[in-house]
């Protein structure tokens, strides 16, 4: 198991949730925290949170839905003058549920593309490239277990891209110290999860740090399971 201690983790969609919970359990095992939320204020619960640990945390803000938030957001994490050891792209958006399936809107599908998917690989290609040339690097782009629910078929095949992408990417990885997974957090009772999930959001740990913990040589371009990890753990 790789240590942590003193490496930097940007968290998108850190301000609360699922990204809340890793930044939380990447801070206990000594990692410190770029927290990022739309605002600098919606951030301030997970600051507050992360005062229990002794590491550094910094802040960075966007709208991932913008292209120029997005590279703004870039800016700001590079200013900082880290390096990025850790990348997880946590924030997503899932838009409304239709019961028709065939009523979903182009502007739905934009919406979610553009966060989902667009934001993540532009995070990817800003950050990559640095952690290779440093040797050292773990991505961990958030998936989903959905499937046969085309009611959500823009969040559905949104997360589809996610790991074909992810799958692309680690080919060109694979004599790096840098590795790239998706991780499946399972259904869980957050803003998006809804109150009716399997699980509390707090189940996402340990499992969600275990693509973060990989060796240089370990899995690329896997599928993780953060549910399944701390069964398998319980056993």
Known sequence: MKSLKGKNALITGSSRGIGQQ???GLAKLGCNVIVHGRTPESCNKTIELLKEYPVKVYVVYGELSEELQ?????S???NLKLNIDILYNNAGIMTPYHQDYWNHTWDEWML???VNIFAMYSLCGAFIPAMIKNGF???INVTSGIKDQPELAPYGASKWAVNKLTDDIAAKLE??????NTLDPG???TDLGGPNADHAVEAVLPGALAPALI???GPNGHFFSAIDHQLKLDE
């Not at 997005?70 to 870039?74: G, R």
């Open 112 to 114: 979610t593309c553009k």
């Open 175 to 180: 004599n790096t110290g840098v590795r790239i």
């Open 70 to 74: 997005v590279n703004q957001l870039i």
């Open 215 to 217: 060796a240089d040589d």
């Open 76 to 78: 700001q994490a590079m």
């Open 187 to 189: 259904w869980l009772r």
């Open 137 to 139: 690097g773990r991505v």
């Open 22 to 24: 890793i930044a939380l």
